[in-house]
């Protein structure tokens, strides 16, 4: 079995992306890292090839910045990368995600199991969202809980923008991937990075989704939303939770949530009641 790795990123230091963490923590895992690398205006390019591994391949890559159509020039960079792994799995890490390191026999026994059942098209992780500091996790369904992060390498798949695969039937009809249940969580840092770090992204990336993202003045969520985490972070991420990550996060009790907030309030409530897991999910799930 044959494992390839991919993501891309572009600015991953000026926008505060613990990339060289997330590659790393993957890398014992898999046989290549296919790294699209956009056109960048720090050193994110140095910082990588700094990491000295030759499963690491460099793809360099210019951006379309006339792509502003919800999040697809994400989507072409993703299929970039994607398109020249050779592995029987291709594994999508994105530059805010981070495997733990206990978690890497569980994933790689995962993909050995299903190695030769084509009924399983992908392979789907639990989230663990953290939001404002590496203390609270986001619960509501407003975030994914599961999401398909590795998909087999010989279905014919593109990606509408970085979150989720479609797989076409016949060049006309597409469908999410029928997955089966990693069993291990990916840790999601996207929204514990720095205020400044923060600001960088929603001056420089907003416009990618047709619109500009209002000044990211600090982290606001209703605190229903949110819960305390108790739980270990990869041993590989502790330096950057130390020296980049936001710490003084509290959630504010004064906050007025919005109607979409009002209503995943009710749907939280109808989970707990009815034991129900009601968040959008990008795939079908197959039961082994």
Known sequence: MKISLFTFIRNGVLLGYPFIESIRSALPLCDEFVIAVGNSEDDTLARIQAINSEKIIIIPTFWNEKMQDRGFVYAQQKMIAQYNCTGDWAFYLEGDEVLHEDDLPKIRAAMERHLNNPEVEALAFDYLHFFGSPDWLA?????????????RNTIRTFAPDGLYWVV?????????????????????????????????????????????????????????????YSGQHPAIVDDW????????????????????????????????????????????????
């Open 139 to 151: 619960k509501s369904p407003a975030w994914y809980r599961q999401e398909c992060r590795i998909i």
């Open 168 to 228: 076409m039937n016949k060049n006309s009809r597409g469908r999410y991937p029928k997955a089966a249940l990693v069993g291990a969580p990916i840790y999601h840092y996207g929204h514990v990075r720095s205020i400044v770090a923060m600001q960088a992204k929603n001056q420089r990336v907003g416009k990618y989704w047709g619109h500009d993202h209002p000044l990211f003045n600090g982290y606001q969520i209703d605190p229903e939303a949110i819960c305390k």
């Open 241 to 288: 939770l130390v020296n980049e990550a936001e710490k003084n996060f509290l959630p504010d009790t004064n906050y007025q949530p919005n109607r979409r907030e009002l209503k995943h309030r009710w749907v939280m409530k109808l989970e707990k009641l009815f034991g129900l897991e009601m968040s959008k999910k990008h795939f079908k799930l197959i039961k082994y």
